[in-house]
């Protein structure tokens, strides 16, 4: 892959939106970011990994100096209500564990995660029933 | 292996049931909500027809002693895998040490926890269903009772690993919403709609009545459970007094005694009876029957012999391509 493929998919993923983007050949893997987004690949893992560094209970500490943005891990129609539930997984502004679900992602028959990669204040960023690409922002968690 | 910590009367080993055997006088048993139980076999990468834990009433409680992928499908009642929460039809790995809690479901009748490679009992007449009339299958011929310990299944070289699922895992849509059946109703009032065939003494009920077995909303009574509903609603009249011999039934069929008050045959029915028959319930939907509470309401909905053979066909395709799409889930997490 040359300098011209590479800013040619960057073009790409400027014009359809894409925050991240993956490409792995058996020979080389190449990873694409956009500026300004975090991605939190693994959240379950991350918590254990914050509990395993972190003492009980100071573990929120972890989140308490900046704003963490949860991206989405597929892409697919979010919602942060499963449908055979009355009630939300999350409500705006709530207060959330490392780990909570926070939504789902549907794609056809299946449902996807979306879990809080540390603890805080909750503000989302996507409405129900929107078709979002892989990697885009869903939510931001401030300091709790 | 697992075990019990706490559980309600009547949870079960259940798979799709027995059959092949009615003609020795050996009901069917398997899952009130097969779907579920097929569900949830499907998102672990089992046979459909492995067996798993029925639950029936909760709360319910169990311990992992080994690590293993489960999947836990039917009502929606908030579960959880030590303090974390477990979303409705979702599958995940455990950790031996792990306890996982069933709450009191808001909705829907029954949970099904199915285990990586399915639950280990011995199969009597091919299958591994608990026959709670003749005490035998499942888990020694009984409803599971704390301290029970339950195996899964010994691996098989190139089967599914045990371990194949994320920590966070992933999750199916209800079939409800994949295989819908909604009965009109005036009054907003919600019940569950089965899809029913006319059967052997239809025609001796009177007019009114059949208008009345169409038109009513039956309610579930207290006198309901694996071996069948007993129905409150109108008072079902024959024009003639219907005198039978005992013959075979099958679970689905409705039948009415002198009372005029239909019963619903179910999983745990026995093979024969003498009460005349006015309709059976598809196949196809009985599922839908598994999932209905005690003082919930049924709707029947008038169906053919045609109809009810393209809505099992419906199922399977279903269920192929859910289990096609949850194949491709399960490499996109391995």
Redesign the interface.
């Known amino acids: 892959m040359n300098n011209d493929e590479l800013r040619e998919l960057i073009g790409l993923m400027e014009a359809g939106d894409l925050h991240v983007l993956e490409l792995k050949r058996p020979d080389f893997k190449v990873r694409l970011e956009i500026a300004n987004e975090t991605r939190n690949g693994?959240?379950?893992?991350a918590c254990n990994v914050a509990e395993a560094i972190d003492a009980p209970g100071t573990a929120t500490s972890y989140a308490a100096s900046a704003t963490t943005v949860v991206t989405a891990p597929h892409f697919g129609i979010f919602s942060t209500r499963?449908?055979?539930?009355?009630e939300a997984?999350v409500e705006e502004a709530q207060q959330v564990a490392c780990?909570?679900?926070l939504g789902?992602l549907?794609?056809?028959?299946?449902?996807?995660?979306v879990?809080s990669p540390v603890a805080g204040s909750l503000h989302r960023l996507v409405d129900d029933e929107v078709l979002v690409g892989y990697a885009t922002p869903l939510f931001e968690i401030g300091a709790a | 292996m697992i075990e019990i910590l706490a559980t309600g009367a009547l949870s079960t080993v259940q798979d799709l049931g027995r059959e092949g055997s009615l003609r020795f006088g050996v009901g069917t048993s398997g899952a009130m909500d097969d779907l579920a139980l097929a569900i949830g076999n499907i998102l672990l990468g089992n046979d459909c027809n492995a067996a798993a834990i029925e639950v029936p009433i909760l709360p319910f409680k169990m311990l992992f002693l080994e690590d293993t992928d489960f999947a836990l499908t039917g009502a929606d009642c908030g579960a959880r895998l030590d303090n974390r929460e477990i979303p409705p039809w979702w599958c995940l790995h455990a950790s031996k040490g792990q306890v996982l809690t069933l709450g009191i479901p808001q909705s829907d009748a029954r949970a099904y926890v199915a285990l990586a490679g399915g639950l280990d009992v011995a199969e009597v007449l091919g299958s591994r269903s608990t026959q709670m009339r003749g005490n035998f299958g499942g888990f020694e011929g009984r409803p599971l009772k704390k301290g029970d310990r339950l195996q899964t299944v010994a691996r098989t070289p190139g089967a599914t690993p045990r371990s194949a699922i994320s920590a966070h895992g992933f999750g199916v849509r209800p079939p409800a919403f994949g295989l819908p059946l909604h009965a009109a109703s005036e009054d907003g009032v919600t019940a569950t709609a089965v899809r029913v065939l006319p059967a052997g003494e239809y025609d001796s009920y009177t007019d009114a009545s059949l208008e009345q077995f169409w038109l009513a909303r039956w309610q579930v009574t207290p006198q309901s459970d694996r071996y069948g509903y007993r129905l409150a609603g109108p008072v079902l009249a024959a024009k003639h007094v219907i005198e039978k011999r005992s013959h075979g039934i099958v679970p689905g069929v409705i039948q009415v005694p002198q009372s005029g008050q239909p019963i619903i045959q179910l999983r745990d029915a026995q093979p024969s009876g003498g009460y005349p028959k006015i309709g059976t319930v598809i196949e196809a939907d009985i599922w839908r029957l598994g999932q209905t509470r005690i003082g919930e309401s049924i709707r029947f909905l008038k169906t053919s012999y045609q109809e009810a053979v393209a809505a099992q066909e419906e199922k399977q395709r279903y269920l192929a391509q859910l289990s096609l799409a949850v194949q491709m889930q399960r490499m996109a997490n391995s």
Not at chain 1, 42 to 45: A, D, V
Not at chain 1, 82 to 86: K, L, V
Not at chain 1, 106 to 113: A, H, K, L, S, W
Request: proline letters at 13%; aromatic letters at 14%.
């Open positions: 693994l959240p379950w893992q499963h449908p055979a539930r009355q997984f780990g909570d679900t789902v549907r794609i056809n028959e299946i449902y996807v995660p879990l």
